[in-house]
């Protein structure tokens, strides 16, 4: 087994750690010991939380593209215990899934379990049951980098929900679930679990995504990225013994572009020289982690998402964020504020650009936006 990737960063959880770790100059220095003295007090109460792992192995698991895996393997991580009702419903299950090139421990983050899941928080791990997978691709779940390399079967997104609702149901004897929540690529599950599956939820929290076909300039830089790392000569068709890195530079700077947040990294990076450093640490950190197979299947696992028809056979009680600064679902499409309507208890925040705002990563600091996600938990509360 590849055990290159599981249990490092992700992108978009490295960025916001690096970004959250870097010193600003002049006054925002104390501002910034601040800031790690509240992370190091909600980084201890993540580590009382003792989650627990373990595998679900699916037999014969068949793939939308017609291949099929004898052992599919799916990791995940859970906290706390599930709770049933008299008639044997679980009532206290939460869901959270992960963005691309993530895995499940991503929201084991100071700044987001310590923020949710901690003593007297919202989703405080000793009433509520909370299961965090780790996609097919990704994390310790199984992914092309464990030997099949371009023999892997293309997964796409409809494969994912598949394999997230066996985790849930047949792996950890859950049936029903009171919130599933979900960032950017979560983001979009979330969408199709509330489609696929409209009884098994009370409440949906879609974080960071849009509910159409992703087109666009969305599209267009998921196909320079994905081109970038095939147009590699040392990509030999995926079956490398070293990393492209030529084409793995071009695709995670394509990432950052759309990840980013330029008024928060003109704050902390204020001068060419600190500029500089950043780039070299994020690409120098995410080289030594990325695997070219992996990522290439990640982002192509996206091709045929399009939940936009079925928005209206909705039941669940749905909060929908997301960030003004996000570049990956711009406001100015106004494509959620339409979307939304069609959801029957769908509720839609744009949150305002502010210097807590870190533009896509936005969706994993739920200090912003948590009060909301309380708001759902009281609406959809039956």
Same mark, same amino acid.
């Not at 600064?325 to 029957?344: F, S, T």
């Given at each position: 087994m590849n055990r290159k990737t599981p249990f490092l960063l992700p992108a978009m959880a490295l960025f916001l750690a690096l970004s959250a770790t870097a010193q600003p100059a002049g006054p925002a220095r104390q501002a910034g010991s601040a800031r790690q003295a509240r992370l190091r007090k909600l980084g201890a109460i993540v580590g009382s939380?003792?989650?627990?792992? +373990?595998?679900?192995?699916?037999?014969?698991?068949?793939?939308?593209?017609?291949?099929?895996?004898a052992a599919l393997r799916l990791h995940y991580t859970t906290l706390g215990r599930p709770r049933r009702n008299a008639r044997g419903r679980v009532t206290n299950a939460v869901l959270f899934l992960h963005g691309t090139g993530g895995s499940g421990r991503q929201f084991l983050s100071p700044q987001f379990a310590g923020v949710l899941f901690g003593p007297g928080e919202l989703l405080d791990a000793r009433r509520y049951f909370i299961i965090l997978p780790d996609d097919i691709g990704h994390g310790l779940s199984s992914k092309p980098s464990d030997g099949l390399r371009m023999k892997f079967p293309h997964y796409d997104y409809a494969d994912m929900v598949r394999a997230e609702h066996l985790v849930v149901t047949r792996g950890l004897d859950v049936n029903h679930l009171r919130l599933i929540g979900g960032t950017s690529m979560g983001c979009m599950h979330t969408w199709m679990w509330a489609e696929d599956y409209p009884n098994f939820m009370d409440a949906a929290l879609p974080l960071a995504c849009l509910p159409i076909q992703i087109s666009g300039r969305n599209r267009i830089i998921r196909r320079m990225l994905m081109d970038d790392i095939r147009d590699d000569p040392a990509w030999e068709n995926g079956y490398y013994t070293t990393e492209p890195k030529c084409g793995l530079r071009g695709a995670l700077g394509l990432l950052f572009f759309l990840i980013s947040s330029p008024l928060h990294e003109q704050k902390l990076y204020p001068t060419q020289a600190s500029a500089d450093r950043f780039a070299e640490h994020f690409l120098k950190t995410e080289l030594a982690r990325v695997d070219a197979d992996d990522m290439l299947y990640?982002?192509?696992?996206?091709?045929?998402?399009?939940?936009?028809?079925?928005? +209206?056979?909705?039941?669940?009680?749905?909060?929908?964020?997301?960030?003004?600064?996000?570049?990956?679902?711009?406001?100015?499409?106004?494509?959620?504020?339409?979307?939304?309507?069609?959801?029957?208890?769908?509720?839609?925040?744009?949150?305002?650009?502010?210097?807590?705002?870190?533009?896509h990563g936005t969706h994993s600091l739920p200090a912003i936006w948590k009060q909301y996600l309380a708001k759902l938990l009281a609406e959809s509360r039956h």
């Open positions: 939380l003792h989650p627990q792992e +373990g595998n679900y192995i699916v037999r014969n698991f068949h793939f939308q593209d017609g291949q099929t895996m990640q982002w192509d696992s996206s091709r045929d998402y399009d939940p936009s028809a079925r928005l +209206g056979q909705i039941k669940a009680w749905v909060m929908y964020i997301n960030s003004a600064d996000d570049q990956v679902n711009p406001p100015e499409l106004g494509i959620a504020q339409r979307e939304i309507r069609k959801v029957k208890h769908g509720t839609f925040v744009l949150l305002p650009i502010t210097s807590r705002t870190r533009g």
